[in-house]
């Protein structure tokens, strides 16, 4: 069975500047991917960024980006410029190639102005 | 409606009870899932159907649980003799497709908030 872990209930950054919200995980599996998704107070999930395991670069769109270190089995997500609508709960999820999907219990962002 | 939607957004009912909650997918996905979340946790995953079957039950708790997708679209969670403890949000997720490579990226619903009295 596959694990995602965030360490990091709580986090908070200013305004503008650069946050990293860990995540790791436990998989015996050799092909999956990873995702970063955003659910705001409104509570609809909306993915973030996502990364293929079996590509060694690491992932960017915009402002995210990942640092994906896959023998550690870490995937922490960088948000740069960090702006108020970056406010919501991060969850770190791991899908497996058959489709299953195990999500971490998330990390509270608060961007303070 | 481009996004996936599910009704009703909220479903209170009491201990015993039979429910039923709804999830109409983005047109043309074949993948659709099913979560609950707990307050303060991330999504638990129950049930992932490629096109009318289930491809993964894993996560159904028990066997008061069991969900349906007869036409390959929308698809009913159906939840017999609820208990307190089922309280919960279900959320409900599709995507283009089920497996690997870059159209099984997760589209959420809003959720359905169950409340059992």
């Known amino acids: 069975a596959q694990t995602v872990t965030q360490s990091q209930p709580e986090m908070s950054v200013q305004e503008a500047e650069t946050v990293t919200l860990s995540c790791t995980y436990d998989t015996s599996e050799s092909n999956y991917y990873l995702f970063w998704y955003k659910q705001p107070p409104s509570r609809q999930m909306i993915l973030v960024i996502r990364q293929e395991a079996y590509k060694q670069q690491n992932a960017t769109e915009n402002r995210f980006s990942v640092n994906f270190q896959k023998a550690a089995k870490s995937f922490s997500l960088k948000i740069s410029d960090s702006q108020l609508g970056d406010t919501a709960m991060y969850f770190c999820?791991?899908?497996?190639?058959?489709?299953?999907?195990?999500f971490g219990d998330g990390t509270t962002l608060t961007v303070k102005p | 409606g481009a996004g996936v939607s599910q009704t009703p957004s909220n479903k209170v009912t009491e201990k015993g009870k039979y429910v039923e909650l709804r999830c109409d997918p983005i047109s043309g996905h074949t993948a659709l899932y099913w979560y609950r979340q707990s307050l303060g946790q991330g999504p638990e995953f129950l049930i992932y159907f490629q096109g009318t079957g289930a491809a993964d039950d894993s996560g159904l708790p028990n066997d008061r649980f069991f969900a349906v997708r007869p036409e390959g679209s929308v698809s009913t969670l159906k939840i017999q003799r609820t208990e307190r403890g089922d309280s919960a949000v279900y959320l409900c997720?599709?995507?283009?497709?089920?497996?690997?490579?870059?159209?099984?990226?997760?589209?959420f619903g809003p959720g359905t908030r169950l409340t059992v009295l």
């Open positions: 999820a791991f899908m497996k190639h058959g489709g299953k999907s195990t």
């Open positions: 997720a599709s995507s283009l497709r089920g497996r690997g490579g870059r159209n099984n990226e997760q589209f």
